[in-house]
């Protein structure tokens, strides 16, 4: 285990410039047609000429087996041990929508469900109502009056919306009211703790008028929430690396955990050439970027192999620009893997390739799962990708006299 | 280090079956005249079958350089973390011999030994004594009357030999009476805590007892204990991983252990294609099973490189059964190496081939010590084979959002 004190103590600034581009869900499983993945399948002479000077390896974002989410494998790859700083449902679903979260606010997820007229909850997605009806009922919830906290409420997408709790002396640690069952009722919302006696209570209060309110709008007559929680304590980039450090991310989970990490996050547009042109535009203000793509993985999670394979050759083809910056050290990586036979995020570990003029290349010639099997990295935890990073460009001292 | 408790949050039952082959001592060391190890040498074109759609590496037991004991190496590949979950040399030797200990039991290991007229131990093992002469003394000792406890005592082999103390109260924390060396008197047993004071006095009665007893069977005239221990408290496979779990193995030792950590034990013959039958007969009441070969353990044990062998083409002759069956999962590995040369258990890394329709295939194309070194599950902590198992199963849900 990589310990962040270790790092934190033999960390110092420098001008020199690392670039982590993270193609989300880039790891794959081989088309049985081909019997090759989507990386091996797309066209990449960008990122094989990196490779050729290179060192590679494959990277497990959690430990084998086990299938990262989104927040775990990116904490992973910014050197956080995912495990020991784990992020609350509640705070990702308000992260996910872009939500501002103070470090007062406790966070829930919400799901609109139907209870029947005895309050037995007969659907926990109240029929997937559209995104359209979420909207119009979470306007109705917003700014409901509460003693203790102020709400607010937000959708997300179809049944599902975040709730925020703000005020003071509100400590997350309350039981969910969400069953996770149907025929029984919503749970009674209680406290754990002493300290959380506050937020059960105005908990309580907005889902009893939640029920009053949505009595009427069947099928979504009734509210469930789960996994409150606050924004963690994380050491920044900055205390532990001492590097100023800027997210470029069209989504809005990626800018919310980039966040969280203490990067500053630029506006860019929605395409890989976007955001390059956003690194181009901010490259003398930071020396490290997070560039994060997100098509590779919605293409994987959609069973789409080809879309997935088109998105890493765009990747591949704005690569030349950012090897023409010539940054100290390049990683690219995946936050963990997403096949598109699986349809959704996957235990594989993730290729990974290293560039800087100090990394030691090894002879992996191309950028795929199997040519990163023999590389000189290895098979590494993903906690260790930053301090290879920050060693290859020279910032990290020598450990002990 | 895997968490138990993470894999515990995430596990989910499902139809899908898992079958892991341990072929006990596997790994080898090669041959002077050869060059090859025992797994190179032998003919096993079903495993190479197997290896074609798998993944391969090397599983560590302990951690490099460890040589595990039959107990950590399969609490290893059962996912429990063998420095952690350790489990006391009575229990074991109690295990060993298919005593269905009890959880208030404290089970020890005893040796016959030979005490000269000063009661100084002139041989800790009564010069090796018959099995029949042990199973003959056992029956005298086993009975005697103590007050704090009833006492059980069971012939293991030679010298050696199991008592187990029965009876509320006792704490199994008290001192040897094994000095470990000829020339001193046993020691006296001392409890390591109050609590432990009543197995002290019932211990110390035992073997005054004993020696009354034995007076006249020179040279088999005093006992020596060590290993106080209980039944350690391990979390169950079903409690973890959600799992129906079966164990077919024809030796007690492997059958208790499998008991240990919540497997029900099948009744099965001595041969490996008994050990496949009770499989097939048993193949839709559980969704895990562990299926253990003694054989190739003892071949290397007593030196007999050829034996190994052969017992290795067996296994081989029976898998293809097992892969017509076609579980979702199928692990091949061994609990840790048992060169023939070195007629031992040792610290090598050993084979591991893991079968299933996601696995990611590597390109090993035999299943060998030296093949597995490239293989794509590189080299792993055998506590990593049951997350892997699952994840490949598809019985484990995504860690964190």
New interface residues.
């Given amino acids: ?1 990589i310990n962040l004190e270790l790092i934190k103590s033999i960390s110092n600034p420098s001008p020199s410039k690392i670039v982590l581009v993270v193609i989300d869900g880039l790891g794959g ?2 088309s049985p047609e081909t019997g090759k ?1 989507e990386l091996e399948t797309a066209n990449t002479p960008n990122l094989n000429r990196l490779v050729a000077k290179a060192i590679c390896g ?1 990277t497990d974002p ?11 494998g990116h904490l992973a790859l910014f050197g956080y041990d ?2 020991t700083f ?2 609350g ?1 509640g705070v ?2 308000a992260i996910g929508i872009g939500f501002d979260l103070q470090s007062r606010d406790v966070a829930a997820r919400g799901n609109f469900c139907t209870v029947d007229e005895t309050g037995l909850i007969i659907d926990r997605r109240a029929g997937r109502i559209s995104t359209e009806k979420c909207t119009e009922l979470c306007q109705l919830l917003d700014g409901l009056g509460i003693d203790e906290a102020k709400i607010l409420v937000r959708p997300v997408r179809e049944h599902r919306f975040a709730v925020v709790f703000r005020g003071e002396g509100l400590a997350s640690d309350v039981g969910d009211s969400d069953p996770q069952q149907i025929g029984v009722a919503p749970k009674p919302i209680t406290a754990l703790s002493p300290e959380a006696g506050r937020l059960a209570s105005a908990a309580h209060q907005f889902v009893a008028q939640a029920k009053t309110v949505l009595f009427e709008y069947y099928p979504a007559n009734m509210v469930l929430l789960r996994g409150f929680s606050k924004l963690p304590h994380l050491p920044t980039m900055g205390e532990i690396y001492k590097l100023k450090a800027a997210a470029i991310a069209s989504y809005p989970m990626y800018r919310g955990l980039a966040k969280l990490v203490g990067m500053e996050v630029l506006d860019t547009g929605t395409s890989i050439e976007d955001e390059l042109a956003t690194l181009k535009q901010n490259y003398t203000n930071y020396d490290f970027f997070f560039l994060h793509i997100k098509g590779s993985d919605a293409a994987g999670e959609d069973g789409d192999f080809a879309r997935k394979v088109t998105i890493i050759e765009q990747v591949d083809n704005v690569l030349s620009e950012l090897i023409n910056i010539e940054p100290d050290v390049i990683v690219v990586t995946g936050d963990h893997s997403t ?1 598109a ?2 349809k ?5 570990p993730v290729p990974i390739l290293l560039y800087s003029k100090w990394c030691r290349p090894d002879r992996v010639s191309e950028f795929s ?2 040519a990163c ?2 590389g000189g990295l ?2 590494l935890p993903a906690t260790q990708v930053m301090p290879l990073a920050m060693a290859n460009a020279l910032k990290l001292a020598k450990f002990g006299a």
Avoid: C, D, N
């Avoid at 959704?344 to 594989?348: C, L, M």
């Fill in positions: 285990m499983l081989p993945t494959l959690v430990s084998p087996g086990i299938t990262p989410g989104s927040a775990p995912p495990v784990s992020i449902r990702l679903e096949p036979l699986l959704g995020h996957s235990w594989h799962e199997s099997l023999s290895g098979r």
